[in-house]
């Protein structure tokens, strides 16, 4: 059956989001390629999620703006935060799609960097805007000049940077936020901000063009529920609740959250013992010839080295040995480069002796 004559142009053409492999239900993998956390929730968040489940709960829309984990968002995060400047949703892209949604036209430019979250072409292409990415500056800094010069309406910084892990200082997206106040809005993506050093929010009271987006998914171990949220000055919030899908987080999600955000002590030794093991697989993998990429996130980017097997071929011999890690395949920068999530301390170790394996059998 042919269907063109009834889909949008702009949606024919696309290529659409590719997310990374999904094992099977019951196949046991070493799981290391969609930055997923290798913990999960705390007991007070399990119990949490086991309360939600009632008749009444199941039968029952959710809260529909979710205003209890807005709140304790806002508490919880501080940097003077109020609930009325929270908004959530059914991920963190959730909040990428309100975004572009509440602010672009079709033919409005949207402008980010390459390499970065794949997601943000296919999302602006669907919403009729035109995308474009920017180079990197040297060194992986923010070209700050060429995004100002686009005149976009709508500028993505991943902070860090998937999927090569690197940040830019704070300073650089103020001034950018300075910069473009005229022009639209910059979006600074902390999905990993939890593993950096540092994180955007504090911005916040500065630059009202500023919106920080962040996920439950990573450092908080709620990949499975779906719920991310995103913080901004009051004016964009009321506008951004108006494009937002009704009831768009379900309760449970919603009081997985609600728990989290009363527990972020129980997370604090789990993140700290992610970025230990990120550092230590950094110096394994570059012991082993891997040219590993700076990160503050909870992957490596790693380049792998020369020898008789390309970036298909490491990744079809580590999934031989039931390890998944990511290989870009249709990014040409990517190339002969490896994403891995970083694991508990035994998944690392594992794929350290698959490593061996390999690099001995080749």
């Not at 094992?23 to 956390?37: D, R």
């Not at 296919?122 to 800094?141: M, S």
């Not at 082993?288 to 298909?312: E, W, Y």
């Amino acid at each position: 059956m042919s269907v063109e004559k009834w889909v949008r142009p702009n949606v024919l053409s696309m290529a659409g989001y590719q997310p990374g492999e999904q094992p099977k239900a019951g196949e046991k993998v070493i799981k290391l390629n969609t930055n997923e956390n290798p913990y999960g929730p705390p007991p007070a968040v399990m119990q949490a999620m086991a309360e939600a489940l009632t008749d009444d709960t199941m039968r029952r829309y959710p809260a529909p703006d979710a205003y209890a984990v807005r709140e304790a968002a806002a508490r919880a995060l501080g940097h003077g935060l109020t609930p009325q400047q929270v908004i959530v949703g059914n991920g963190s892209d959730d909040l990428l799609t309100m975004i572009l949604r509440t602010f672009i036209d079709p033919n409005d430019l949207v402008a980010t960097m390459d390499p970065t979250y794949t997601l943000y072409a296919p999302l602006t292409t669907i919403q009729g805007g035109r995308y474009t990415e920017v180079a990197w500056d040297a060194g992986d800094n923010l070209p700050l000049e060429k995004l100002v010069a686009l005149k976009a309406k709508v500028i993505f910084v991943t902070r860090p940077n998937a999927p090569t892990g690197h940040v830019i200082p704070l300073q650089d997206v103020a001034e950018l936020c300075r910069r473009t106040l005229d022009q639209g809005v910059v979006i600074l993506d902390e999905a990993y901000g939890d593993f950096a050093e540092d994180h955007g929010l504090p911005l916040l009271k500065d630059h009202s063009n500023l919106i920080v987006t962040r996920s439950a998914s990573k450092s908080l171990s709620l990949a499975g529920m779906r719920i991310g949220f995103g913080f901004m000055a009051q004016e964009l919030a009321l506008q951004m609740h108006k494009v937002r899908d009704s009831y768009n987080v379900d309760h449970v999600a919603q009081m997985a959250a609600l728990a989290a955000f009363n527990n972020l002590h129980a997370y604090a030794p789990r993140i700290a013992e992610i970025c230990k093991q990120r550092q230590e697989s950094h110096q394994a993998l570059t012991a082993r010839g891997f040219t590993v990429r700076p990160s503050q996130a909870n992957f490596l980017l790693a380049k792998i080295p020369a020898g008789p097997l390309d970036g298909p071929g490491w990744l079809a011999a580590l999934k031989q040995r039931r390890i998944l890690v990511r290989y870009f395949a249709k990014d040409p920068q990517l190339a002969g480069w490896l994403r891995i999530s970083i694991g508990t301390t035994e998944e690392m170790a594992a794929l350290m002796q698959a490593i061996d394996e390999i690099m001995l059998s080749n």
